[in-house]
């Protein structure tokens, strides 16, 4: 991971690095089996260097200790780790040349449970796993078995909580989800849906 990190220190793959202060490459328990997907960093996190420090953050910290965990319990990162300018959604040209450090953190963490935050994130998952990217509202709350880069994980989409921010009914959908999460912990993906049932929904 401080070999990957070096090297989006240095990354000039996309021109986002030209408009960044701090990339932002993630951070948490290496070891963990849960790991959250958001979609890139912004003003907050691009100062900092951290992931999920402005308000977005502050809300998935309250979600996590609802749970009983921490930031420290888990791995947080993104699909970009630089910033767009001005927050503006992530280019499909950016995913493809930000998301190999992605896969590699994949890698290097081996999650058994994926949580994405958004649908960008959800996007590029499904999409490693050979399916075709679904409207957020279609698959968050869902659990689902998936074989990603080799990784037997399980995937459960939800909102991005900037979303609640905005759309503070959002918030319920979010907390739902996070229960749901840590049924996960301890039953680790028995009532996943199965690959048939997402392809004829």
């Known amino acids: 991971m401080r070999q990957l990190t070096e090297e989006v220190v240095s990354c000039r793959k996309c021109s986002l690095w030209q408009s960044r202060r701090n990339p932002v490459v993630g951070e948490g328990n290496l070891n963990s089996m849960i790991m959250f997907i958001g979609e890139a960093p912004g003003y907050h996190e691009d100062i900092q260097g951290r992931p999920f ?56 963490i081996k999650p058994s449970i994926v949580v994405t935050l958004g649908r960008h994130a959800t996007s590029y998952i499904l999409s490693r796993a050979g399916l075709a990217p679904r409207n957020i509202s279609s698959v968050r709350g869902k659990i689902f078995r998936l074989n990603v880069l080799g990784l037997s994980i399980t995937l459960l989409p939800t909102y991005h909580p900037a979303a609640a921010l905005y759309r503070p009914p959002l918030r319920t959908k979010l907390e739902e989800d996070f229960n749901k999460l840590k049924s996960l912990m301890h039953e680790r993906g028995r009532r996943s849906v199965s690959l048939e049932d997402f392809l004829k929904s």
């Open 53 to 108: 420090v402005g308000a977005a953050g502050k809300l998935l910290t309250e979600l996590l200790h609802s749970i009983g965990l921490s930031r420290e319990d888990v791995y947080i990162t993104n699909v970009l780790k630089c910033r767009p300018p001005n927050n503006r959604d992530p280019r499909p040209e950016e995913i493809k040349a930000c998301s190999p450090y992605l896969d590699r953190q994949l890698l290097i």
